[in-house]
């Protein structure tokens, strides 16, 4: 079973940025794309960004490509969205999850783990 545990969410000013890191358990963290969702009131959850299990592909969501960037460590376990330039519309509960396969996507069917997601309020 993998455990997916995010932090570094909070509150912050528009304009201001974030880092969210993601921790995995589990082997097959190295060998499996992962990605970032997001779910603000109201709304359906919705793909943010994703990256590949050797970190040469990644995907991002028109509304935050040039915004924010998504990383892995695989030596960590651990993923990163960091988010810059941050906007009042980008406040949502954020959640981590891994796919079930190598390369990057944007389907929340191709992902299997998720975590219990971390809340981002930007303010004006």
């Known amino acids: 079973q993998v455990q997916l545990v995010e932090s570094g969410g909070g509150l912050v000013q528009a304009g201001g940025s974030l880092r969210l890191s993601c921790a995995a358990s589990?082997?097959?963290?190295?060998?499996?794309?992962m990605g970032w969702f997001r779910q603000a009131p109201g709304n359906e959850r919705e793909f943010v960004s994703a990256?590949?299990?050797?970190?040469?592909?990644?995907l991002y969501a028109d509304s935050v490509k040039g915004r924010f960037t998504i990383s892995r460590d695989n030596a960590k376990n651990t993923v990163y969205l960091q988010m810059n330039s941050l906007k009042l519309e980008d406040t949502a509960v954020y959640y981590c999850?891994?796919?079930?396969?190598?390369?990057?996507?944007?389907?929340?069917?191709?992902?299997?783990?998720w975590g219990q997601g971390t809340q981002v309020t930007v303010s004006s």
């Open positions: 999850a891994q796919s079930a396969y190598y390369s990057e996507s944007t389907g929340q069917e191709d992902f299997t783990y």
């Open positions: 589990g082997r097959a963290f190295s060998i499996r794309a």
């Open positions: 990256i590949n299990y050797n970190s040469v592909g990644t």
